[in-house]
């Protein structure tokens, strides 16, 4: 199957993005490492085929069709296990591999396999990249690997077709009650969120959104107009624009998970911009009246007291290996927690500070003289 026929299908995809979730193509595993990985799953599971598994076979291949995607392109497999999991692995970009427990096939009725399925299609369809599950996935990539979750929970909604679908299977993945227990009273659900209380956070460690937000995130985007025009196919504009929809589902993230995660981030670009610019300022080895001038604008009078008081109380040399192993750490504070912005961040604050203070070579100057700490 070439990558060009799977054009469409990308496309098709594409359009139900969550906008604040960006694709990317970083495949890093080596093709003998790939070959390996699909030893092991043939020997450990069954993989889903016409022949032998033929109503889960029917379950894929309505839901590649739905997606626009030849079902050539998806290897599924399903392995022993009481945990209701199902996971997508990406290792090339025109192939995906899905993984999903016997105890998950069992609970689920066929229309939530669909959601199921499609939702990890979707991460291969939306380019999520490869998912290793390394402990090294800072503060930034976790917001956006949940970023990618209420997408791909977009893709699992087509392929099911119906809101009730999704929603039950999260219910159940979430409880592991079967049907006998449940019943999808939408806003009696939601009612627990009112249980939630407000100035309190979800833990950031994780790569999903609890599944409260999920089920609002679903809702939400099942009342947009977008879903309206392209799933129910209805012609009326009935609905919510989805720039609005994205900013509502923007808006829980942040209010239940994200803002003290935020907040951290800014704090530390707060604090990096000061030390860039006072590394600047020091540069001629003078403070004078333009440039103090230029730092409380910026950064208040509380922060130029702080630094004259740094500078009267220990000599030139003194002042500026502090300053520069400040810096030092403030820097890589930040490329820590979020290590995408923060090149970005760094770069546009080297610009500012030079035009601002009207310095030449800034950038070098800093490395120059973080590489004399070490
Ligand atoms: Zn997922």
Known sequence: MAYK????AFEFAEKFRFTYDIAS????????VLKHLETDRSHSSLIINEKVTPQIYLVLHKVCKKLRLNSNNVSAYIYSSSDNQATCFLGEKDKCTI????????????????FIIGHEIGHFLLKHGTVTHNSKMSKEDLIYSRYKEISADRIGLIASGTIESALSSIVKMLSGLSSAYLRYDISALMQQINNVHKGTYLSSESTHPSWLIRVRALQFFSMSEMYNKEILETNNNLG????RVDELIYNDLESFIDKPIRKEIEDSKKDLSFWIHIFAVLDDDKFDKKEQE??????GEKQLNKIKKILTSSNKEQSRNFINSLLEEKISGLAHIAPKESQIFYRNEINNAERKLNIENLESKIVLSIKKIK
């Open 25 to 32: 193509d970083t495949f890093d595993l080596e093709k003998e």
């Open 294 to 299: 230029i730092i409380k604008q910026e950064f």
């Open 240 to 243: 919510d624009p989805i720039e």
């Open 5 to 8: 026929d799977l054009i469409k």
């Open 99 to 114: 993984m999903i427990t016997s105890n998950l096939i069992e609970l689920m009725d066929e229309n939530e396999l669909e």
